[in-house]
């Protein structure tokens, strides 16, 4: 039979044993129908083949990203860019303020991005404040989000005046901050329970709104070469949406869906009882299409390192606070014990946990619960999200219990936050324990959590290789791997965190063909320089979905 399309002339590392490498690979319909050298294929093509010659390009398994938020990637992607870089200071981040404020309306709120609340500019010392944020835009309420997205955000006057904070408001029940000057005013910083006015207060994007922003962050995926993306925080309202993408045709990357699950009734509820809802109508873990299927329900056990929040069994270093601040050693964003109860009923009804958990406190208390649940004989993959700092007795249990991990490698070498300045020299080697993970046996996937970080997984491969920063530093170099260990995270190690490993993750015939095409092979590239490679064809599904020629394709 004669294949639809045909990648030759180039490299095809499969991520299989039995034939790791190879020079071209065939496609019928969806699928993958041989792989081998470029003479060998060549007995594929037909009158009717599309060929594509790599030209001596990389072509791999289709990125698959195991943590990421398309809904917010693609909001965000229209706010003001805050990261740094491109910002270097205060003023830099005021000038693209005044550039939007000069095309914003009176009383419309600005919405700003990306700022990092864990990196301070060293020439000026300082964050910037609601009186910075008054100068570029007097006319305008603003936001200024932390990319921790755990530890509150900063507001200029007027949305400080929205929400009804000023000198005279009591400080909140901690953990939520009214951050203050010396002279008592609030000075932008409002987090937690303090900030629910504030949020009251921003216009909500209508549904029209949220499925654009939905559309925009699938381009964006596709030109990083994502072909599979774990939405980590999909709530019903998204779950429709994704369907009548998938109806219309219009759902270019495969969505895996870790449906929102709740707080409990201690900490305030976070949208409805998704779990029991999915429970009685007999929905499981695997539900759907290859398109579109439920990876799993998610949770959230403690904060961010951004800011301070993640929970901690000892205290954080740096700058002191008092015993009873959120950034004294963190915060749980859900009971320990009604965390347990709710992993006891997914089990029971044959959904799997993902629930984020950074700290080491928060992770001993995920571990508490998986352990009292779960079999470690039966295949549950239950997920640790993130595991920011994990410690070698953890490290064991995580191994013992056969869970798995979606390590958000990026932040170390994004601008997230520079978590090492918190945590001393002895927790500093277990950050992101990528090596560690790896050799000890455990699935371990990587993400950016998108956006929180960038959702481009070449950051991610140049990280784990060689442990840089965004600021220089070489952070846990034990904790290095080689390359090859590396497109495990994005390929089969991935699609197993999806229990997708049959479908996807390698190049081999009969799987999807799903694959990414690259300028150079990272193996062969100094390592620092691996995102610097471009993402010259995405293809899903044997469809050319993107090209860097022409851009994403319709």
């Avoid at 060998?40 to 943590?67: N, Q």
């Avoid at 900063?154 to 000023?166: M, R, T, V, W």
Wanted: proline share 6%.
């Amino acid at each position: 039979m004669d294949a639809d399309v045909v990648l030759t002339n180039g490299t095809v590392l499969t991520l299989t044993d039995d034939i790791p490498e190879a020079s071209a690979v065939a496609f019928v319909n969806d699928r993958i129908t041989a792989v081998g050298g470029t003479d060998e294929i060549s007995d594929s093509i037909g009158p009717e083949t599309t060929v594509i010659d790599l030209d001596g390009r990389t072509a791999l398994p289709g990125f698959i990203d195991t943590h990421l938020h398309i809904p917010m990637g693609g909001q965000r992607m229209t706010h003001v860019n805050a990261r740094s870089p491109p910002n270097e200071s205060v003023a830099d981040v005021q000038e693209r303020l005044a550039e939007r404020a000069d095309g914003t309306e009176d009383g419309e709120w600005i919405l700003v991005s990306g700022y990092n609340l864990g990196l301070v500019w060293e020439d000026e010392g300082r964050h910037i404040n609601r009186w910075d944020l008054d100068e570029a835009a007097p006319n305008n309420p603003v936001q200024v989000n932390s990319v921790g997205g755990h530890t509150g955000s900063i507001y200029n006057s007027a949305a400080l005046d929205i929400g009804g904070i000023d000198k005279d408001t009591p400080d909140p029940e901690p953990p939520a901050v009214i951050e203050r000057d010396e002279d008592g005013r609030p000075s932008g910083l409002v987090s937690e329970e303090a900030e629910i006015p504030l949020h009251e207060a921003i216009p909500e994007e209508s549904r029209e709104e949220r499925k654009a922003n939905v559309e925009r962050a699938m381009e964006q995926l596709l030109e990083w070469g994502v072909t599979t993306a774990h939405e980590a925080k999909t709530t019903p309202d998204d779950l429709q949406i994704y369907q009548e993408l998938s109806r219309e045709g219009e759902l270019p990357v495969r969505v895996g869906m870790m449906i929102q699950g709740d707080a409990g009734p201690e900490l305030g509820g976070d949208g409805p009882d998704v779990l029991s809802h999915l429970a009685a109508a007999g929905i499981e873990t695997e539900f759907g299409s290859a398109d579109l299927f439920v990876v799993g329900v998610k949770y959230f056990m403690d904060g961010a390192f951004t800011g301070r929040t993640a929970a901690m069994h000892e205290p954080y270093v740096g700058e002191p606070v008092p015993e009873d601040s959120p950034q004294y050693d963190g915060v749980l964003h859900i009971s320990p014990e009604y965390f347990a109860d709710r992993v006891e009923k997914a089990a029971e009804a044959g959904l799997r946990v993902c629930v984020h958990g950074q700290g080491d406190r928060g992770i001993d208390h995920i571990l508490d619960a998986y352990e009292a649940a779960l079999d470690p004989e039966d295949d549950h993959r239950f997920r640790i999200e993130h595991a920011g700092l994990t410690k070698p007795e953890q490290l064991d249990r995580i191994e013992e219990l056969g869970i798995t991990v979606s390590s958000s490698i990026s932040f170390l070498g994004a601008d997230v936050s520079r978590n090492w300045l918190y945590w001393g020299e002895e927790r500093m080697p277990w950050t992101y324990a990528v090596g560690a993970l790896q050799e000890r046996g455990i699935p371990t996937a990587a993400n950016g959590d998108w956006p929180v970080a960038t959702g481009d997984p070449r950051i991610a491969l140049r990280t784990a290789v060689t442990r840089e920063t965004v600021t220089g530093e070489t952070v846990g170099p034990d904790q290095r791997v080689d390359i090859e260990d590396a497109l495990r995270l994005y390929g089969p190690d991935a699609a197993y965190l999806g229990f997708n490993e049959d479908e996807k993750g390698t190049l081999e015939p009969g799987k999807l063909a799903d694959v990414t095409v690259l300028s150079e092979d990272p193996r062969a590239v100094d390592p620092a320089t691996i995102a610097e490679i471009d993402v010259e064809y995405t293809i899903v599904g044997g469809e050319v979905k993107y090209d860097r020629e022409h851009g994403v394709l319709d």
